[in-house]
């Protein structure tokens, strides 16, 4: 760990769980984006251990300093400088990818934002595209367990506009961009990875 790099534990935590899902979900593919790359630490341990993908990082621009400077150290071929990449903006970076991935973002989002999202799947995707998206999740309204109720309580409590989404909705969003989800897989700390493709 290099103490002048931003850190997130959380991304410690889950990024072997969450890279035993990816290895099979993108085990067809060759290029990945990746939204809301935060500190780096996911990219660099999922294009270090998966040598066959080119690997793209993403953020909003204030993000970038640090997460360029933590891919640059790693020095990976198969993991180029992050793009600057905001859901609202209609400019998207040039190229369509075979698969997306993201983590923990749909709840620090808006709901608008995550509209947005979805509806620029298909300037950002390949048609046969698989689609992970990592964080917790409520299931028929109701939360999974009592951390993840606190939790959305103190994401709400910084901006009303935050909250653990209902996964029935982002089924939803999905569907209405030609993904089916394939597979919805446990995590810990209770949260879940959604395993989309379109076909």
């Not at 979805?118 to 048609?127: G, P, S, T």
């Not at 999905?174 to 076909?199: E, I, V, Y």
Request: aromatic share 10%; with cysteine; proline share 5%.
């Amino acid at each position: 760990m290099s103490p002048d790099l931003p850190f997130s534990q959380a991304c410690e935590n889950n990024k072997a769980p969450i890279l035993e899902v990816l290895s099979q979900a993108f085990s067809q593919c060759i290029s990945i984006l990746e939204i809301g790359s935060g500190t780096g630490q996911h990219a660099e341990h999922f294009a270090r251990h998966l040598p066959h993908l080119s690997w793209q990082a993403s953020d909003q621009a204030h993000y970038l300093p640090g997460l360029n400077e933590r891919l640059k150290r790693a020095a990976l071929v198969n993991l180029p400088q992050a793009l600057c990449l905001d859901v609202t903006q209609q400019h998207l970076p040039v190229g369509r990818f075979d698969g997306l991935f993201t983590a923990n973002t749909l709840h620090i989002m808006s709901w608008s934002m995550v509209e947005s999202l979805f509806q620029r799947l298909d300037k950002l995707l390949n048609d046969n595209a698989t689609l992970c998206i990592y964080g917790p999740f409520n299931y028929n309204g109701h939360f999974t367990s009592l951390s993840n109720q606190l939790f959305d309580q103190s994401l709400r409590s910084r901006d009303a506009a935050m909250g653990i989404r209902d996964s029935e909705q982002v089924f939803a969003l999905a569907k209405s961009q030609g993904f089916s989800l394939h597979q919805d897989c446990t995590m810990p700390a209770n949260n879940r990875l959604l395993w989309f493709k379109r076909q």
